[in-house]
């Protein structure tokens, strides 16, 4: 993001000082979160298993503000190691008002030669992570009687136009019907949940990888805005659901795609 116009996001006052927990923040979707909130002045912590492009972004936020940042290296697979980074981060920040269930791994699959444990392991990354991250957080969103938990899903979970990824895909459903279940049950805590459903988003290793010239202009005729889907436009939807401009939403599937579904 070196070199690039800094994004203007609106500024929510109610994120001032609040502790806010990402997986995966350290590239991608989850950089650009973890930039957004702490431009909020609110407390970030993240975990990300790339500590080189971890410690690159950490390097940049600091040199740009004195606010610290909270990070921890950590495979988001193994449980316990994800819910001690959790409870560590909310011990330090004094709470946890926010969990963004960020993490993912859209990986090419063969359906048809797909063994156990591949299938296991999208679930592990894509869906267990996800629950059991926002167990720990439940546990001391409840004793405060108030949260916002986040779930970043995917348009796929409603029109699996992305070939070849069926875990990912049957995980990014299963993240929808998760957000639903707890906005029920831990509604009279003052606890939100609300999951946010991107289109193609324009990451670097996305532009890397699937998102080649040839492909893009091809995906963008079937959009209504013949752009890029950009990191910065799934932050702005976070940042207005984690704020008490959104005390009121809950249960619900924001889609940000550029029109495509």
Known sequence: MEGKVMHQYTLYSSLMGKAVFITGGGSGIGACLVEAFHRQGAKVGFVDVDASSSSNLLSRLHSQSEESIWYREADIADIDLLQECISEFSATAG???????????????????????????????????????????????????????????????????????????????????????????????????????????????????????????????????????????????ALFLASKDADMITGQQFIVDGGCI
């Open 95 to 237: 709470g946890l008002d926010v969990l963004i269930n960020n993490v993912a791994n859209d990986a090419r699959q063969d359906t048809l030669e797909l063994a156990p444990c591949e299938w296991r392991n999208g679930l592990a990354i894509n869906l267990d992570a996800a629950f059991f991250a926002t167990q720990a957080a439940l546990k001391v969103m409840r004793t405060q009687r108030e949260g916002v938990i986040l779930f970043m899903s995917s348009i796929n979970a409603l029109s699996g136009m992305t070939p070849s990824v069926p875990a990912y895909v049957t995980a990014k459903a299963g993240l929808l019907g998760l957000s639903k279940s707890l906005s029920r049950e831990f509604g009279d805590f003052n606890i939100r949940s609300n999951a946010i459903l991107p289109g193609w988003v324009a990451t670097e290793r996305q532009l890397g990888t699937w998102l080649t010239p040839e492909v893009e202009k091809d995906f963008l005729n079937k959009v209504a805005l013949k752009r890029r889907l950009q990191p910065q436009a799934i932050a702005s939807t």
